[in-house]
């Protein structure tokens, strides 16, 4: 596994159900074992230093202007800006709640954009913030109320930095990094008798204070950026739950098309970035 593939995997949070009957999911691999990840202002670092872009990442703006009109709404189908929400792709013109001015929500990447801010009709393009819960301040997403004891409060944008566990490294637990292994010790490597209690792994009723990892994991991210339940949220990827690797696009839909374009036929067989 290389930085930058795109991955089919199985969900981590579905423990409780058989392996081959898990839900797939389709993402970009971010970071791999042994890398340190964070992510400043949406641009993502590994080890200190820019990652390198893969793709189209996606970032969500509001897109303020005067009135919206059908010349807005031909400009965002002209400029493939979908909004999957909506019956026919189509974003809705609202007000934004915290101004009160109208425009549209928008996810597009940084060329498009690029492309809205040179405009006439555009008053504003700002990035929308989601203030979230992430992992490892959640550490055991949408299966336990296990929470870190010294939260990070760490945001889709601004996140990290986060160390991705290797095999065989040794990591001593401490009530400030103990939710961020909680999943792998108590799930994902099949240890007996794991709790968790007062902000630490605790094994036959004893803290955990050190522990071996026994398997390599990963850090998946998609590519729009804000609209992807991803690792920010439910954190590393075990090696054992990889299928493997996306490598063609077989059929993409539009679904601003009509029923004579629906087919995005020259994205067919494409290989994926």
């Known amino acids: 596994m290389?930085?930058?593939?795109?991955?089919?995997?199985?969900?981590?949070?579905?423990?409780?159900r058989p392996a081959d009957v898990r839900t797939n999911l389709i993402k970009r691999c971010i970071a791999v074992a042994g890398d340190t990840l964070s992510i400043r202002s949406g641009q993502v670092?590994?080890?200190?230093?820019?990652?390198?872009v893969a793709g189209r990442p996606q970032t969500t703006y509001f897109l303020e202007v005067p009135a919206p009109n059908d010349e807005i709404v031909a400009a965002l189908h002209?400029?493939?800006v979908v909004d999957y929400r909506e019956p026919d792709g189509v974003p809705r013109a609202i007000v934004?709640?915290?101004?009160?001015?109208?425009?549209?929500?928008?996810s597009c990447p940084a060329e498009v954009a690029a492309y809205f801010r040179r405009q006439p009709y555009t008053k504003s393009l700002?990035?929308?913030?989601?203030?979230?819960?992430?992992?490892p301040d959640v550490a055991d997403f949408d299966v336990s109320q296990a929470a870190s004891a010294t939260p990070c409060r760490w945001q889709l944008d601004d996140y990290g930095p986060l160390p991705v566990p290797k095999h065989g490294q040794t990591i001593t637990l401490t009530p400030a990094n103990a939710a961020m292994y909680y999943?792998?010790?108590?799930?994902?490597?099949?240890n007996a008798g794991i709790t968790w209690q007062d902000g630490m792994i605790q094994q036959n009723g004893q803290p955990l204070t050190s522990y071996t990892?026994?398997?390599n994991y990963y850090f998946m991210?998609?590519?729009?950026?804000h609209n992807s339940e991803d690792s920010r949220f439910w954190g590393f990827v075990p090696e054992d739950h990889i299928v493997g690797k996306a490598v063609l696009i077989w059929l993409s839909m539009d679904p601003n098309g009509d029923f004579w374009h629906k087919i995005r036929w020259s994205r067919l067989f494409r290989p994926i970035e």
């Open 183 to 190: 999943k792998i010790v108590s799930q994902y490597e099949h």
């Open 45 to 52: 670092f590994l080890n200190g230093q820019p990652g390198a």
């Open 213 to 215: 990892i026994k398997q």
């Open 221 to 225: 991210m998609g590519d729009n950026r």
């Open 96 to 106: 934004n709640p915290e101004t009160g001015k109208p425009g549209f929500v928008i």
């Open 2 to 16: 290389q930085r930058n593939d795109v991955v089919v995997f199985h969900v981590p949070h579905e423990q409780q």
């Open 78 to 80: 002209a400029q493939g």
């Open 126 to 135: 700002e990035v929308v913030q989601y203030p979230v819960q992430l992992f």
